[in-house]
């Protein structure tokens, strides 16, 4: 396509990255979810544990104690589509309480921070119900850790910005580079969204736009991956109540933020 870039690098780990405030808004009934830039962490580490995945690519979790079952969230991983990026990233679990302090937001269930120590924050939790959510934020470290010429980061990556017209949409004023348009609006959080949706047909946060299809999920798999085709990522489990509404709310005992 014309609008489909030409140039692009994979971001080395630690370089500068030019994150801005992502949120997740509670944009579905009951979802939610945020990815904010994070501050300084000021709660203690964990267990940190790791895996491999089937090339030898180490991934590692951040666990809150020993008794976590790491063992979904690492298959969620495992089976996500993903590159090499996915040694430069720590998924890690925090208790529900400390979620929105570390995401500095009220609302948020999960976070990204990109740079040196790239993080995703997640509360210790049900994997599966929060499956959708952590694919957002690998998303957000996808987008962040592979880098094109087209925008300004985050942007998403190459093959994507051009099956999603994103140059175009961002030329008519439909897209933009910031929140300045708002959540929905944002390249970053339309990205993440896709890339989420690529292993979970779940709500897609993103109304206006249709809904990523084939092509869509075909061009980010070959940025990542740098193949076409092949099996698509195993889905995780989805849970989906009859209502038809994700389910992606506060475990019990958890105040659900509006
Ligand atoms: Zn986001």
Redesign the pocket.
Known sequence: MSDRPTRFRRARVGASLMLSR???APILAGLVS??ALLAGSSVAAGVVVTTQDERGRTITIDAPSRATPVGQYFRLLRNSVHGDEIESVTLRIVQQSAVARLCRSQRARAC?RGGENATIIVGEGDPAEDAQTIL??YG?HVDATIRHRRGAELNGTPRWWGTRAMGLRKARGQVSSTYALGWTRSI??IF?EDYAQMHIRGPYGIRWLPRPDESVFRAIRLDVTGRATGPPPRAARAELRRSGTWRNAAPRGIRRAR
């Open positions: 992502m949120c997740r945020a990815a990204y957002h934020e957000h970053g959080e993440a």
